[in-house]
């Protein structure tokens, strides 16, 4: 059985920090995807290396680009795989249609992604390259 759960409340740093702590816990999940969901301090990935992590978020942001790139380091440190897809010219809520924010386009393509994460991680054609320095897809 595959169950999907999903957070989604903007600014909201102790769902942030739950979130992120579930997957570095490595609690039976087979991959995450977070939207513009900043990351926490002093997080250890150890035990997530299996879990495909999909990070989308706007460069607008300020909240998520403060802690993109220790995200990004702790994450490849480890070497989970991971993809973090920044967009540039929309708001930080471009994925919350009763937002001012919402961009239609920017919310379909980041869906795409994650259908495409998800299946993919579900398939297990995401792999760790322990080689790769960026940690990357």
């Known amino acids: 059985t ?5 957070l989604s409340l ?14 570095a816990a490595a ?3 087979a991959a995450a995807v977070m ?3 900043p990351g926490v301090p002093n997080l250890d990935f150890g035990r997530a290396k299996s879990i495909p992590v999909l990070a989308l ?14 995200v990004h380091a702790a994450l490849a440190l480890v070497g989970v ?11 930080a809520h471009f994925y919350d249609e009763r937002s001012p924010e919402w961009a ?14 998800l299946r ?16 990357h897809r």
């Open 35 to 37: 939207i513009g969901v």
């Open 57 to 70: 978020h706007s460069t607008a942001d300020q909240q998520v680009i403060t802690t993109h790139d220790r």
């Open 10 to 23: 903007p600014d909201a740093l102790p769902i942030s920090a739950a979130a992120w702590q579930a997957i």
């Open 2 to 6: 595959t169950e999907i759960y999903t």
């Open 104 to 117: 239609k386009t920017t919310t379909q393509d980041a869906g795409n992604r994650a259908a495409t994460w």
């Open 81 to 91: 795989p991971h993809e973090m897809v920044q967009y540039g010219s929309v708001g």
């Open 120 to 135: 993919d991680a579900f398939a297990k054609k995401i792999v760790v390259h322990p080689s790769s320095e960026s940690g």
């Open 27 to 29: 609690d039976g999940l």
